[in-house]
């Protein structure tokens, strides 16, 4: 609990197991490891202090964060529905964070499962470069991962605590450059998976 309370930077990856294009999508396996764990160790190499929790509707998402030592966030199933918007993921995980934990983190990292070949490194970056633009000139609430065709991918977003609650579209916002791929068909899931693996080897 201490560490929690020193910790300023809350990672939160919504899983969810009711996808319905790639059936078990979160937890097909990348080198081995569930999708979701891949990422999430992926985030432990982090150069800064990250503390990672898992949201999750499922019992299974639950053993295998027990396996794997994740935190885990059981979310409730209204909002672990086809048409549940992440964001409302990110907001029941920052106010349990909040109220059950007592930890009140000033940055919320919204990371997505499916999405596999995040690098760290592209985070540290972009927390560097936030970090930054939070504290002068025209301070910026919210940051998101764009690929080169300058559509956003989704990949992770960065927000300040304050942010997360806001019912409106940020007008501070800052993008930063990425190239991944969302993975929502088994086409989308072969590709990445032998990209990743041939990185590797």
Sequence with gaps: MNILKKAKIAVIIPVRMGSKRLP??????????????????????????????ISSESKKIKDICKKNSLNFIKRPKRLSLDYSEKQEAIVHATKYLREKLKYNPKIIISLQAN????????????????????????????????????????????LTNKAVFQKTLST????????????????????????????KN
């Design 172 to 199: 501070k916002m800052g993008i930063f450059f990425t190239n991944y791929l969302d993975i929502h068909t088994k086409k989308d899931y072969q590709k990445a998976k032998k990209k990743i693996e041939n990185k």
């Design 24 to 53: 078990n999508k979160n937890i097909l396996p990348i080198m081995n490891k569930p999708m979701f764990v891949f990422v999430a160790n992926n985030v432990k190499t982090s150069k800064y202090k990250l503390n990672i929790f």
């Design 115 to 158: 999405s596999p070949e995040f690098n760290s490194k592209d985070l540290d970056q972009a927390l560097k470069f936030f970090n930054t633009k939070m504290h002068v000139g025209k301070p910026i609430k919210e940051l998101i991962s764009v690929n080169p065709d300058n559509i956003q991918n989704g990949a992770f977003r960065i």
